[in-house]
């Protein structure tokens, strides 16, 4: 076991090998709990054709900006033998989305959902819709992925449209929208969310910082599976521990494209 090196790193590494054709997915070992399978490697190739993403394709195109965010959902999609309804929220037209879409030879339905009126073709249905009053039955999704979105819900950007604007929501739009998350997975469900990390901090601007109260109060209505940190180093996001995550110094937010010097991020269960 390698304690000291992160799961990104890891994660690169074997994506290196086996772009050489060095190591192949053989099998799966799936959780039954939380239905997310972990792929086995060896250097013996499989006769089979892999049935899982592979991280080189959904990265390729992407920016590498927010490697540590997909990374961490490639890690955490529901199993691609299991038929699945996923939900993006704040997806607005993130290719990101587009590509896991692409890859899961439609075996998912995947949905994006945002505010922002850029409706387009993505490859998956994309609906112009508030995370704060999401218009899908209760217990519709299996699971659902909100990357670095959170954090900006109920806020008026000056591109929201009129309907959609309710200045009670501004501050608590957030707990509005995990309990329309809550609602509308399956039981058992899973939540996909990252968000920035740090200090206690809400911005006029448009955006929340979490640290850790604020996070814990978020996803209350969760049960916690995985809980993991990145710290932007040197122009690079590197895996950290809580602790470090909690007594980091935020960033010079009029210099710096990123709400915080950390993300977190966070794999839950619907209880």
């Known amino acids: ?16 090998l086996q772009q050489r054709g060095q190591v192949h997915v053989v099998k799966y070992r799936r959780d039954t709990r939380t239905g997310i399978s972990i792929p086995l490697y060896s250097v013996y190739p499989n006769s089979e054709k892999d049935s899982e993403l592979h991280t080189r394709d959904v990265f390729e195109g992407m920016t590498p900006d927010r490697y540590a965010e997909y990374e ?17 929220v704040g997806c607005s037209t993130l290719a990101f989305s587009s590509k896991i879409s692409n890859l899961s030879r439609s075996r998912w339905e995947i949905i ?42 109920g806020f ?6 009129p309907k ?8 608590n739009g957030d707990a509005v929208a995990m309990k329309e998350i809550w609602r509308v997975l399956k ?31 978020l996803t209350n209505m969760f049960f916690t599976v995985k809980k993991e940190f990145f710290g932007l180093k040197k122009g690079k996001w590197t ?33």
Do not use: W
Request: a negative charge.
């Open 164 to 171: 959609h604007k309710d200045l009670s929501c501004r501050i």
């Open 112 to 153: 994006g959902i945002d505010i922002v009126n850029e409706v387009g073709s993505q490859g998956f249905p994309l609906i112009l819709m508030d995370a704060m009053n999401i218009g899908f039955k209760s217990k519709t999704f299996d699971q659902v992925i909100c990357l670095s979105s959170m954090e900006h819900i």
């Open 72 to 88: 961490f959902v490639l890690r955490n999609l529901i199993s691609l033998g299991i038929k699945a309804k996923i939900l993006d």
């Open 1 to 16: 076991m390698i304690s000291t090196e992160s799961k990104f790193t890891i994660s690169k590494a074997i994506n290196n």
């Open 156 to 161: 008026d950007h000056g591109i929201i449209a």
């Open 187 to 217: 039981d058992k469900g899973t939540l996909i969310l990252t968000v920035p990390y740090g200090r206690l901090i809400v911005k006029q601007l448009g955006y929340r910082v979490y640290h850790q109260e604020s996070l814990t109060i």
């Open 239 to 271: 895996e950290c521990t809580e602790l470090e995550a909690d007594n980091s110094t935020l960033l010079d937010y009029s210099h710096q494209k990123f709400h915080s010097e950390i993300i977190a991020c966070l794999l839950l269960e619907k209880k």
